[in-house]
Nanobody, 115 residues
Framework: QVQLVESGGGLVQPGGSLRLSCAASGIISRISAMGWYRQAPGKQRELVARIRNLGYTYYADSVKGRFTISRDYAKNTVNLQMNSLKSEDTAVYYC?????????WGQGTQVTVSL
């Protein structure tokens, strides 16, 4: 099993920044990718950003140029730097890890962008 614990969510004004962090523990040796998903009220969960081993990254069009995903292999963490936040970024953000055919999820952290 892989355990994921997110931190860093909160309330921020439009145009502001937040940094999410996710710490992985357990059997992490075969994790092939880690990423961040989000789910807004009444909407489906969507992939925001993913980073694969060797550093290949993916970003949803809606966050390109504003969000940056990074992974610290020494600390077993994946981070999401979110800049120029918009109200439509408001959602619960979930950390995800892929290992073989399995997906593991964190408990989620709320991000609210509002005046």
């Amino acid at each position: 099993q892989v355990q994921l614990v997110e931190s860093g969510g909160g309330l921020v004004q439009p145009g502001g920044s937040l940094r999410l962090s996710c710490a992985a523990s357990g059997i992490i040796s075969r994790i092939s990718a880690m990423g961040w998903y989000r789910q807004a009220p009444g909407k489906q969960r969507e992939l925001v950003a993913r980073i694969r081993n060797l550093g290949y990254t993916y970003y949803a069009d809606s966050v390109k140029g504003r969000f940056t995903i990074s992974r610290d292999y020494a600390k077993n963490t994946v981070n999401l730097q979110m800049n120029s936040l918009k109200s439509e970024d408001t959602a619960v953000y979930y950390c995800n890890a892929e290992r073989n055919a399995d997906n593991f999820w964190g408990q989620g952290t709320q991000v609210t962008v509002s005046l």
